[in-house]
């Protein structure tokens, strides 16, 4: 693969993390809104003597929502977990690219300097010889 396939893929990691940290906001910020309103509608209601009587409602009349998201949370941060790895090998393998780019380019640049050098030895070369002729 190269340079410019190995940087779109890094990429495409990248946006693909930043989108499932994205997911796990929006879902947190749900939530919270879910329980800011659950809260608005026993506080309208008058039910809310203690604040255990809340704690109770929410976690008992969302038990398998909390389970699931849970278990969402886990996956997600699991897949992280994996992304960022994957991102590091790719960082990792592109500073070694970067390396063989620059070690070729600087063997490049002497073997420029060694032809300019045989070039202008061989025109002077040249150049004695129709002299002396």
Do not use: P
Not at 54 to 77: G, P, T, Y
């Amino acid at each position: 693969m190269d340079y410019a396939g190995r940087v779109t893929e890094t990429d495409e990691v990248e946006d693909e993390l930043w989108n499932l940290l994205d997911i796990i906001h929006r879902k947190g910020t749900r939530l919270k809104d879910e329980a800011e309103a659950l809260q608005g509608t026993i506080r309208e209601q008058g039910n809310l003597r203690e604040e255990s009587n809340f704690q109770r409602v929410l976690f008992h009349s969302s038990a398998d929502d909390v389970r699931q998201l849970r278990q969402e949370r886990d996956l997600l941060l699991d897949r992280l977990a994996e992304m960022e790895a994957e991102v590091l090998a790719g960082r990792v393998h592109t500073s070694r690219l970067q390396e063989d780019l620059e070690n070729l380019l600087s063997t490049k640049h002497d073997l420029e300097e060694q032809l300019k050098a045989v070039v202008t030895q061989r025109g002077e070369s040249f150049l004695c010889i129709c002299i002396l002729n």
